[in-house]
């Protein structure tokens, strides 16, 4: 497996756009993870999936925030509108079982000015 | 949920053994400790996992004492390239979300 996908790894927008991060976990993975890190807040957890139903989004911070699972491989972060405080790399993170192991994609680094 | 607290920094030379110790006084019966180990622009990547006395693995060792309200991640012979964040983290393996909560970690930084 190629472990878990993200895409764009990089993604520069202007304040008041929508953006969108993707996410692959890994298969058979059933539990999907989104976690945002800065400076000042750290590894942030926002939103997770089991089994493609959201479960637990008390971490998103706002309504500008949503995030989606449509089937077991992919799963997408969405932003609109952006603001300059959304800047953050944003990790997708995937696991068997929760409390289990955790396989963490390589990140999205949001910019947004 | 358990609260964990851990160093904020540690610096260390190469070739000496380092200890991180977590504390984690209210953890649950059924709470696992589990550690992570974050290289600079990549995410978090398990170290190892245990629930009490000693777990060792290619990688590291993790001491847990009978109380379990600590927990310390041992890196033997440490290099430049452990120079990394490491994070601890409490809870079971049911709904509880202990083990997803981050924080900011530990940074080691390894000298030569």
């Known amino acids: 497996d190629a472990g878990v996908i993200q895409s764009p790894r990089h993604e520069v927008t202007e304040m008041g756009q929508e953006v969108t991060l993707r996410c692959k976990p890994i298969?058979?993975?059933?539990?999907l993870f989104w976690y945002r890190q800065t400076m000042m807040r750290g590894l942030e957890l926002l939103i997770y999936?089991?089994?493609?139903?959201?479960?637990?989004d008390s971490g998103m911070p706002e309504d500008r925030f949503s995030a989606k699972m449509p089937n077991a491989s992919f799963s997408t972060l969405k932003i609109q509108p952006s603001e300059p405080r959304d800047s953050a790399v944003y990790f997708c993170?995937?696991?068997?079982?929760?409390?289990?192991?955790?396989?963490f994609g390589p990140g999205t680094r949001l910019t947004v000015l | 949920l358990a609260k964990t607290t851990q160093p904020i920094s540690m610096d260390s030379y190469e070739g000496q053994e380092v200890n991180i110790t977590c504390s984690h006084n209210?953890?649950?019966?059924?709470?696992?400790i589990t550690w992570y180990q974050q290289f600079p622009s990549q995410g978090p990547r398990f170290i190892i996992q245990?629930?009490?006395t000693k777990v060792t693995n290619e990688v590291a060792s993790l001491f847990i004492p009978a109380d379990r309200k600590s927990s310390t991640l041992s890196l033997p012979r440490v290099s430049l390239s452990d120079t990394a964040v490491y994070y601890c983290?409490?809870?079971?393996?049911?709904?509880?979300?202990?083990?997803?909560?981050f924080g900011k970690g530990t940074k080691l930084s390894v000298k030569p």
């Open positions: 999936f089991n089994n493609n139903v959201p479960i637990d």
């Open positions: 983290l409490v809870g079971d393996k049911g709904g509880s979300q202990g083990n997803l909560i």
């Open positions: 993170a995937s696991s068997l079982f929760l409390g289990n192991e955790q396989f």
């Open positions: 245990g629930y009490k």
């Open positions: 209210n953890i649950a019966t059924n709470d696992y």
């Open positions: 298969s058979g993975h059933d539990y």
